[in-house]
């Protein structure tokens, strides 16, 4: 349900990605995707509470996109 509702927020201004991840660890795949991606990004936000995206998942996902 979250990323049914983050669909039009995701559209605002050109389009952002919508990425998926497992809640308690950042996926390999979307970790990859930042990583490569990172240059056209400066902030990742989840769509849910804690419980689709941890705390920690959030964090890791930011750092993936600020180099390390």
Same mark, same amino acid.
């Given at each position: 349900? $979250? +990323? !049914?509702a =983050? #669909?039009p !927020?995701?559209? %605002? $201004? =050109? #389009?952002? &990605?919508? !990425?998926?991840? @497992? &809640?308690t660890?950042?996926? &390999? +795949?979307?970790?990859?995707?930042? *990583? /490569? @991606? ?7 936000? /989840? !769509? =849910?509470?804690?419980? +689709?995206?941890? *705390?920690?998942?959030?964090? /890791? +996902? @930011?750092?993936? %996109? /600020? #180099? #390390?």
């Open positions: 349900a $979250d +990323a !049914l =983050g #669909g !927020l995701a559209s %605002i $201004d =050109g #389009g952002s &990605p919508m !990425l998926l991840t @497992n &809640p660890a950042l996926s &390999p +795949a979307t970790a990859t995707w930042l *990583n /490569a @991606n990172a240059a056209h990004y400066t902030l990742v936000v /989840a !769509l =849910g509470l804690t419980g +689709a995206v941890s *705390n920690s998942t959030l964090s /890791a +996902a @930011n750092s993936a %996109i /600020a #180099g #390390g």
